[in-house]
């Protein structure tokens, strides 16, 4: 069974929200900017690369939202300190898990609708819906 990249990248961006997350309120408020401008550079150059590189639009469209708000949250984490930062950084990290699982999401029943609608003939050559 072969993984696709779309699936792989959405789960790593849903990761690196979750840890962004728990950075924001566990750590202060520098460190967790810090910490939120190196994993939201990653997450953009990533997300902007598979929308760039993509041929389908939905990906395009999926991961170039997710690039948006990470670079958004690395511009945040560089102009903003103090309780401020610790909210913007919980909160961007909050809409990229979203955005990341709402693509997840697109893709796995795109996923599961190709498979419900595979027909299978048997011998008789009468038609029935593959399980």
């Known amino acids: 069974m072969k993984l696709s990249s779309r699936f792989v990248l ?11 997350v728990v950075v924001s309120m566990a750590w202060s408020a520098g460190a967790a900017g810090w ?28 991961h170039g939202l997710v690039s948006l708000v990470a670079l958004w949250s690395l511009i945040a984490a560089l102009a ?10 919980f909160a961007d990290a909050i809409a990229v898990g979203v955005l990341a699982l709402a693509d997840l999401t697109a893709h796995e029943a795109t996923t599961e609708k190709v498979v419900h609608q595979l027909v299978v003939h048997d011998e008789a050559g009468q038609q029935r819906m593959a399980a």
Do not use: C, E, P
């Not at 959405?10 to 962004?20: E, G, K, Q, W």
């Not at 910490?35 to 939201?40: E, L």
């Open 10 to 20: 959405d789960n790593l961006f849903l990761v690196a929200a979750a840890f962004l």
């Open 35 to 62: 910490t939120a401008f190196g994993v939201s550079t990653g997450i953009t150059v990533i997300a902007a690369a598979s929308a760039a590189l993509s041929r389908r639009n939905a990906i395009k469209l999926g």
């Open 80 to 89: 903003f300190s103090g309780t401020v930062l610790t909210w913007l950084v």
